[in-house]
């Protein structure tokens, strides 16, 4: 008879997003442009090519994210997360500029327990 469950990563969540940064109104927590995932997150564009994504739902550390861009030779990268936010910075792979409007995609793991154990 098992007695005994042990799990390092309880209460994940995963929150598939999809942005088409043209859509995005820079400077605005809004749901405008996220084209997947968007009763999960809002998004705002915080400067040329970046973005903070926001969840709903904050997590109870911070969360883990990966992404590819969609847009043609694009690529992004994510500098830090924390339990409620991802920050996104979009560049062009050609001159490593700010690349603005783009399309991404992004999978956040949210964590609802505040430890491992």
């Known amino acids: 008879m098992l007695r005994d469950i042990k799990t390092y990563q309880r209460l994940a ?4 997003v999809k942005v088409d940064g043209s859509d995005v109104n820079g400077g605005t927590l809004t749901t405008t442009g996220v084209k997947v995932g968007s009763n999960q997150v809002k998004i ?10 926001t969840l709903n739902e904050p997590g ?8 590819c861009g969609l847009t043609d030779n694009s690529y992004i990268t994510i500098p830090s997360t924390t339990a409620s936010t991802v920050l996104v910075k979009q560049e062009t792979v050609t001159t490593g500029a700010a690349l603005a409007d783009a399309d991404f995609w992004l999978e956040i793991t949210a964590f609802d327990s505040a430890d491992e154990t």
């Open 13 to 16: 969540r995963k929150i598939y």
């Open 44 to 53: 705002s564009e915080t400067g040329n090519g970046e973005y903070t994504i």
């Open 60 to 67: 109870s550390r911070a969360c883990f994210a990966v992404g």
